[in-house]
């Protein structure tokens, strides 16, 4: 069975000093736990936060990316650039790890730098993460920050971002972005495009969440929803259990700031901790396995993957502690009767589906 998960931010640990080829005992993902799990492609992803101390975002995420094409020095590791790269992984059973970007910051609004990281084979591109750029709002700031906006939805040069992206077979990634951006791309897209990893707002209301009629405009253009397992986007419940454990641990939060004075540093060592002191008021898995359900109800089993989100979030749902949990996934759709065929669309064949309508 070959298995795709479409989002996963282990490269913010590399950068942070990790050494990421050999077994690490906290996160969710390194190399020795990827090889060992069901997972044959494993998207990585580039993430440069408009909000950091340091601007220069166009060559931090070459160096970001940098990192990511040294892990190609290993053994059974292979980073791709196009479609025919990840049918010949396949074939000699190599773990693929394709480069994706989360959000627009690392073109700094010059179209050179977005086909510079298309002829590094970028695979998809999130125009935005939280924040919104110039060119393009996100989902965030549409329902928080809307009045503060100098731009609602894509602007000329968002229009070209997405043209550009089309027309050199890099899908767009509409996870992040707000309501009038999705609708704008809708308007000008020709060729599928994704949502790597979102949740279902019917059953879980968050701004990071897809309504009906945008998982239907998803379908429409032969593209697919990567399900987020995070329980906050899974679960209407979770989040005051979970504001009760963190006003627990307070000062252990406040030690950990103090212990690490970068924000991308904090981030990871209160990520680390929460993993294990979180686990006992997270969801069940069964909450998860609802939201692909509702998917594939709606708008067909064709349509719908995984997007984990590995070590980009502090806690999994129950029984589901990292990417070696990941094959319960498929453990559990035959639970509820699905048949090995339409299993393997959900572990990874839609996602091979849409690479072969854009011809990545």
Not at 303 to 322: E, T
């Amino acid at each position: 069975m070959f298995v795709a998960d479409l989002h996963n931010d282990l490269v913010q640990r590399i950068m942070e000093g990790e050494d990421v080829t050999k077994y690490t005992p906290h996160g969710h993902t390194d190399i020795p736990r990827l090889k060992d799990s069901c997972i044959d492609l494993q998207i990585l992803i580039i993430w440069v936060s408009s909000k950091s101390a340091d601007p220069n975002f166009f060559n931090k995420a070459n160096r970001m990316y940098d990192e990511i094409e040294k892990l190609s020095n290993l053994t059974e590791v292979l980073i791709p650039k196009n479609l025919e790269d990840i049918k010949n992984g396949i074939k000699k059973n190599k773990l693929l790890l394709p480069v994706s970007m989360e959000g627009g910051e690392a073109i700094e609004n010059k179209i050179d730098n977005l086909y510079h990281f298309i002829n590094r084979g970028l695979l998809y591109l999130g125009p935005t993460w939280n924040h919104s750029l110039d060119w393009v709002s996100s989902n965030f700031d549409e329902k928080y920050n809307k009045t503060k906006l100098k731009t609602i939805g894509l602007n000329d040069f968002g229009k070209e971002v997405i043209n550009v992206c089309q027309e050199n077979k890099v899908l767009i990634d509409v996870s992040h972005i707000g309501e009038q951006s999705f609708w704008d791309i809708v308007k000008i897209t020709q060729r599928p495009f994704i949502a790597s990893h979102s949740s279902v707002n019917k059953l879980c209301s968050h701004f990071r969440n897809l309504y009906d009629d945008q998982l239907l405009a998803i379908k429409n253009k032969q593209g697919l929803v990567g399900i987020n397992p995070y329980p906050f986007f899974i679960d209407p419940t979770f989040k005051e259990r979970e504001a009760k454990v963190r006003k627990k641990y307070r000062e252990k939060i406040k030690s950990l700031e103090i212990q690490n004075s970068k924000k991308s540093s904090q981030w990871l060592a209160k990520q680390h901790f929460f993993q294990k002191k979180l686990s006992s008021v997270c969801p069940d898995f069964d909450i998860f396995l609802d939201h692909i359900e509702y998917i594939i109800k709606l708008i067909g089993i064709d349509y719908v993957a995984v997007g984990s989100d590995y070590d980009g979030l502090d806690c999994l749902p129950k029984g589901w502690k990292d990417c070696a949990d990941h094959i319960k996934i498929a453990e559990q759709l035959e639970y509820r009767g699905y048949n090995q065929v339409e299993i393997e669309k959900v572990m990874g064949t839609n996602f091979l589906r849409v690479l072969e309508e854009i011809n990545y």
